[in-house]
């Protein structure tokens, strides 16, 4: 790629960016649209929608960037949660390193690569035709002693690296245990789940959990709920809300489009009061699900799976840490999750069962991911004109046309992969649900996970092997030749990933900004649409699907700082961006389904230990390759140094993000000791983790012609 | 090798086996053997020492084969603990595993590989010159359909060991439930270590577990020692044990040899009374150690660990479960081991001191693991004559000799190897000892385990690929291309590995009941001595030195069955004997030093898993290599599913063998309510664990001349 390309893609990007920050800050002053960029603030009662027309909200404006920028770490800490502020961490933590790593970067590195001569000599007069990789370290002359700056910016990367995430870790599991000192007291703190509950015949589950926790834990066991098979009674109750709110359309549409829709849809049958007919419908639904909801109280379609409660934290951590039964793989306990975040629908119970889904879903993970790889080669065949060409020989007068060719190697590929990669996040959260997790956020941490590797895998060495050696697979099978292998691809591909930065990153934080198909889905659903507070859904950060993204980029920082540093301006950039705009979307938009407080960091220390081994991986072989072996085998203790720390932060900061300390259970068990509302919390608890499905349901109109619904109280 | 060599070696080995088995039940009816060959028996009281000869002494019995099969193993688990059945389980397991392999492969795979016709034709005219690779796999035409038997045989042996696998775990795993249930109270079951316990300043540790416990434990808290720094104390002791020795030497042969030691001793000094001089000394000796004990008691000599009771087992258990601190790495719990299983010596106490040192014993343990690689290459070459022709040139005419070169190919080569082997042992120990262990069950598991993958990767591996590819030490580092490289080399060494169980296994097992070393030093220590009750010290099991040896040979019988099933025979007359010979050594030498209630089972329960993954790798390179695709691509399945059960297992039994469950523990607290004996026991319980070396000793005959020493009461 050379820089008229590259220059080419960030000014269409720069423009998509600014046509989006410009839409953006003029369709959010329009009331029709507050369900889409302010959804929060409107659930919350803190917004209203305004039908008044100003000629101001027609003129782009800047005060949301200044909002945003304003609130503190406290502020989100409260509105949010800690979750929240983590993944604020991320961007705070990439910022800094990436500001060293830019300052060595580009004020050190950059001019040693393009004083160098190996690939062509830097012609300043022909600086749009020249190629990028003259900005790389392939530019700098074999055996170079310059070669040297490369390895002091590896090292010194690292270590403010590793400091700072030793820092962050620290900084993240005192907030952690912050957090939960001042908490007040909730329901899953009390709770474990117990699964794979042993029945002998004759007895129910409720039964066999009441003897072995009176019989075990006498003085701490509280009360405990049994889960049920609620499939159907699901089913019946989605049905009811559908038909509930064809209901309400019609009622409150009763003037406007009454005879319209009856027009519609009475061409085929006779003319009937829709209203009466649907209402009717609606009671005999109803009356079904309490039919199926007092069947589902039977023994019978209880799950061998229960929500066990304790009169104190330390009671319920206790019997979450022990092995309870002598047989481990019965009475098999984990901490609840919060009663709003279990994933009721995904209740299976036999031990056996999960640890089979469990393994299912890890050979189809792999399978997806490697089989993802094939759309990577075909995106990979674009950035080729010359094979482009050869493929389609028809296409040979377009791609002669300098725009043309611009674009498809220099923006194409990259929003190609993109749309792809938009599938992936829910197929992930899928195949993590499916794999045995029982609440949301461990579905979501589990599939964030997925999707960091995934993208690794796919995009990373995708695009760097795709080019040498992809079809290969078995480059992995051979680790002693990585680095070297590694060291003559990964450079190779710095201009793509430059273009990467630029396309997807750029584009795809102003788009969450935008909120481009969450608009598209308003406009399509309610042209201008007048009262739809029952329907409101405030959305839930996609942590699953954001993290990897940023995690990823931050990947790339680290691989690319010493070999092409001209990527580090774009990655500054792209987290400036990012901090702002989802500093804003978790003020506006987003509101926090669950907390794990703070859960979510160890997978952010783990992928960036990663980034910096490969980094050294990469930089062992470059040095090789460049003919400078003292300098590859003294980066060799980087690698081992880097995994010794690593092991340390997990000795010292992990255990706290698996569960509490006794001393900090203990404490805060004791400080409720003389508080009086925990009466009333207890007696809240023993029906805490009532499945949703099994509460009672009222939608139709025969008490009440608008009654709002019961579901989910 | 030539059959010839395998029939010398196989009559020199026999021969030294019977002439052990004579000489033992020769000499153990002698009384000046009883404390070599029956030490536990005398240190019981069930044997004494008879100073009358009978002449049936002389001659040769086979009592003991008789008394050693006939106990049980509820004997066995009396008098010998848990741990001595669950050696023994290894015998059974084997025997069981290589009769259904024996009989398949001497009577169905055996006579495939000699009617094939690949390397030569067989002819049994020339039986005792014909090469042993006739009798391989190896033999077997390229292609046949043969080979399908093979592949049957792999396929049922994998079964049948997944099974008793299964059944061994299932059955220790019930033996050591059943154990704990009718254990007495024991201090380790309610007594937690804790390590890097943090001080205030101007605060003592002992104040600090004080403040701790009483604080988060206060119901079930019960006392506590903190561990001191004692070494030196230690080292006095050591000297006033010799001194103290000396003495009643000199004061019992005062007829004797009083003279004449006291001549020699003299001949530069003064006349005095010895026995008076030394007797000084050892009072001065004990004044010392005394003064160095009230030191030791102060707070200077304090180490940051301590080992804490509690009332119930429950209590010490989920002390030891859950993270005590906040920052997990103060506060570390773990089970404590039996009060005479500590390992004093070895007490370090800094979180980070332990973990560097574990790291650098790892370090350690790689490079003894790999130099150990250069004697065996050596002993390699033995086997090959045409190399030490070469290397050697005057050795020719010798070595034409067909003797000589019988014994140098087929004796030698084992016999050297088996010499350095026995120097290992006692250096894993020494590196699990600095590895921050603090029991000696601890690290005799953890040199356990270190031996078995010593003894893996320098036999097995050794031998496999120093014949072709040895020199590097990358074929690990292909993995995809092991199988094909082990399907050539593993087959070319099933005569060695033939010799090997010959001469290694026969040999050792003989040696062990022979007690050759003990035997030796026995006689030059006391040529027949007299009154030796004072210093006898009934032996250990060596069960780190000797089950990585029994599993070796699991290992070789697993991998060569279907390669080279003349192993077969071999290996079956090796567990026959080490099975009666260990019975009998359990009930006449060694007394149990601790009990792990059969923590050594997980060890054997991996080796097998290993040893069964190997063999599947081996069997898709032969089959590859033997073109027989298909079978090589069916066998794929095997060490998948050899995988999944073993993970399975590790979730089914595993969590048992790591500790009690909730359920045991409350259970057997519940049974000790009512017991009188208890209030005793606590009261014992507070003083379990002090570190032997702070009691009073009192050897120095100022009281009474023949004191017996208090040490260690």
Same mark, same amino acid.
């Given at each position: 790629m050379i820089v008229s390309a590259l220059l080419t893609s960030v000014g269409i990007n720069f423009g998509l960016c600014v046509l989006f920050f410009t839409l953006y800050s003029i369709l959010r002053k329009q009331p029709c649209n507050y369900d889409v960029y302010i959804p929060r603030l409107l659930a919350e009662g803190k917004s209203q929608r305004r039908g008044n027309f100003i000629f101001e909200q027609l003129l782009p404006s800047t005060g949301w960037v200044k909002r945003a920028w304003q609130i503190t770490e406290e502020e989100l800490l409260v509105s949010s949660g800690l979750d929240a502020v983590v993944f604020m961490r991320i961007f705070i933590f990439s910022l800094r390193v990436f500001c060293l790593a830019g300052i060595i970067g580009i004020f050190v590195l950059l001019p040693i690569n393009c004083l160098g001569t190996q690939l062509a000599q830097f012609d300043i007069a022909e600086l749009s035709s020249i190629s990028l990789d003259l900005f790389t370290i392939s530019n700098v002359n074999n055996g170079s002693n310059w070669l040297w700056a490369h390895f002091c910016a590896v090292y010194i990367v690292t270590g403010f690296v590793c400091y700072l995430l030793y820092y962050e870790y620290n900084y993240i599991s005192s907030k952690r245990i912050e957090y939960f000192y001042s908490s007040k007291p909730q329901p899953h703190q009390f709770t474990v789940l117990v699964r794979s509950i042993p029945v002998v015949a004759g007895s129910s589950v409720s039964d066999s959990v009441e003897n072995f926790f009176t019989e075990f834990y006498p003085s701490s066991y509280l009360s405990h709920m049994v889960v049920r098979r609620t499939n159907k009674i699901r089913g019946l109750i989605d049905k009811a809300k559908k038909l509930y709110k064809r209901v309400t359309a019609l009622q409150s549409g009763h003037t406007k489009t009454k005879y319209g829709r009856e027009g519609y849809l009475g061409l085929f049958g006779r003319k009937v009061d829709l209203v009466d007919h649907y209402e009717k419908k609606l009671e005999d639904l109803e009356e079904n699900v309490r039919l199926e909801q007092s069947e589902a109280s039977l023994a019978g379609e209880e799950i061998r799976a229960a929500f066990v409660s304790f009169k104190t934290r330390y009671a319920a951590s206790t019997a979450c840490h022990? #092995? #309870?039964?002598?047989?481990? $793989?019965?009475?098999v306990t984990e901490e609840a999750p919060e009663p709003h975040d279990v994933n009721w629908p995904f209740f299976s119970s036999s031990f056996l069962r999960r640890w089979f889904s469990k393994l299912a879903v890890v050979v189809v993970y792999i399978l997806v991911t490697v089989l993802f790889l094939i759309p990577v080669v075909f995106v990979q065949g674009l950035t080729n004109l010359d094979q482009l060409e050869l493929m389609f020989p028809f296409l040979k007068s377009i791609l002669t046309l300098k725009f043309v060719s611009e674009v498809v190697t220099g923006y194409l590929p990259s929003l190609i992969l993109h749309l792809f990669l938009k599938t992936v996040p829910p197929v992930m959260k899928f195949l993590s649900s499916i794999q045995g997790y029982i609440s949301i956020s461990q579905i979501e941490k589990s599939a964030c996970n997925k999707m960091f590797w995934f993208t690794v895998w796919n995009i990373f060495f995708g695009n760097v092997l795709s080019g040498s050696v992809l079809n290969q697979i078995s480059i992995i099978l051979d680790p002693e030749n990585i680095p070297s292998k590694l060291a003559v691809a990964v450079p190779a591909q710095a201009s793509f990933f430059i273009a990467y930065v630029v396309t997807t990153g750029w584009t795809s934080t102003s788009t969450e900004l935008f909120r481009m198909f969450p608009l598209i889905c308003s406009l399509i659903t309610n042209p201008c649409g007048g009262d739809k507070d029952d329907e409101l859904e405030v959305p839930r950060p996609p942590y699953h699907r954001d993290i990897p993204k940023i995690l990823f980029f931050g990947l790339l920082g680290i691989t690319y700082f010493f070999l092409a540093p001209l990527i580090l301006p774009f990655l500054l950039v792209y987290f400036c961006l990012g901090y702002i705009i989802y500093r804003n979307q978790f003020l506006n938009v987003y509101s926090p389904g669950y907390e794990t407080a703070g859960k979510f960091w160890p997978i952010v220390h783990n992928s960036m230990i990663f980034a910096l081994v490969l980094m050294h991986a990469i930089a062992i072989g470059i040095f090789t390759l460049k003919k400078l072996s003292i300098a590859s085998t003294l980066t060799f203790p980087l690698p081992v140094f880097t995994l010794i720390f690593n092991e340390y932060c997990r000795k010292r900061f992990l255990p706290n993000f698996v569960a509490y300390s006794a001393e900090s259970l203990i404490k805060k068990d004791r400080g409720d000791i003389h508080d009086a509302s925990m009466e009333e919390f207890f007696e809240s608890l023993v029906t805490a983790y009532q499945d949703p499905a099994l509460l009672p349901i009222q939608y139709s109109s025969? $008490?009440?012609?608008?009654s709002t619904p019961l579901l989910g109280v």
């Open positions: 022990m #092995q #309870q039964s002598i047989n481990p $793989t019965r009475w025969h $008490t009440d012609g608008r």
